[in-house]
């Protein structure tokens, strides 16, 4: 019996320890998409401009020019967080995202895992448990053959509107596993911007021939001045074996 005891003791401290001794990433801060009313107007005239009934004027053509150069051709709505040319995402990404629970949906939106593997900043996933979410998961499959993964980028919380982020929760501790087996954990700021991870090796086209299964578990949060919700707006990614 003491053996057991000791035993159960000594597994329980090897499970603490292998916890603590994963790799803590830390993330480089970028700008995320401009979702202020000034960038939907500039979209909106951009829009009509390039597809004017009638020819534009002198003036019209160096107004659609400028913004040519503003907006570019890729992005379609201010909330894209990549555009439509080149990227990995010409030949990568998962084929799956599901999540251990969702808030429940309203008439105006979705709260579904989908929506934080869309490459939208105006989409969100929630968590749908009660409390702050800890323990709830997202979890992203890929394909055997999909091109390999080094570098997942983050958008913390509900990031459409400032107060929307500041009444919900952030995500401050994401533990990050491959088919199951923990590899590092997150350290997300509390900020607005991309969070970009640079991953210590290359994830995907396993050795196995498995589908590579990303889940990234909440651990701890940033708490909301107003709800006890935990909101991702977007986690993807990108790699290599493209192009």
């Known amino acids: 019996?003491?053996?057991?005891?000791?035993?159960?003791?000594?597994?329980?401290?090897?499970?603490?320890?292998?916890?603590?001794?994963?790799?803590?990433?830390?993330?480089?801060?970028?700008?995320?998409?401009?979702?202020?009313?000034?960038?939907?107007a500039?979209?909106?005239?951009?829009?009509?401009?390039?597809?004017?009934?009638?020819?534009?004027?002198?003036?019209?053509?160096?107004?659609?020019?400028?913004?040519?150069?503003e907006i570019g051709e890729t992005l379609e709505s201010p909330c894209d967080l990549v555009g439509g040319g080149c990227s990995w995402y010409c030949g990568g990404g998962p084929d799956t995202v599901w999540a251990s629970s969702c808030l429940a949906a309203s008439k105006e939106r979705s709260y579904a895992a989908m929506n934080a593997h869309d490459l939208d900043a105006c989409t969100v996933w929630c968590e749908g448990v009660a409390g702050p979410g800890v323990g709830e998961q997202l979890v992203y499959r890929f394909a055997p053959e999909s091109p390999r993964l080094h570098t997942i980028l983050v958008v913390n919380g509900l990031t459409r509107e400032r107060s929307l982020w500041q009444a919900n929760n952030r995500v401050r501790v994401l533990d990050v596993a491959e088919n199951g087996v923990l590899l590092y954990t997150l350290a997300l700021t509390d900020t607005m911007d991309i969070q970009r991870f640079k991953l210590p090796a290359l994830l995907g086209k396993r050795e196995d021939g498995l589908p590579l299964e990303l889940s990234f578990t909440i651990r701890s949060v940033y708490p909301g001045n107003r709800h006890d919700d935990t909101v991702i707006t977007e986690i993807y990614f990108d790699g290599t074996d493209v192009h």
């Open 1 to 40: 019996m003491v053996r057991l005891v000791v035993l159960s003791v000594a597994l329980v401290v090897r499970s603490i320890a292998t916890a603590q001794d994963q790799p803590v990433l830390q993330p480089v801060l970028e700008a995320g998409p401009d979702l202020s009313l000034e960038r939907y």
């Open 42 to 69: 500039a979209f909106a005239e951009f829009d009509s401009l390039l597809n004017a009934a009638t020819p534009l004027s002198p003036t019209g053509k160096t107004r659609l020019d400028m913004l040519y150069l």
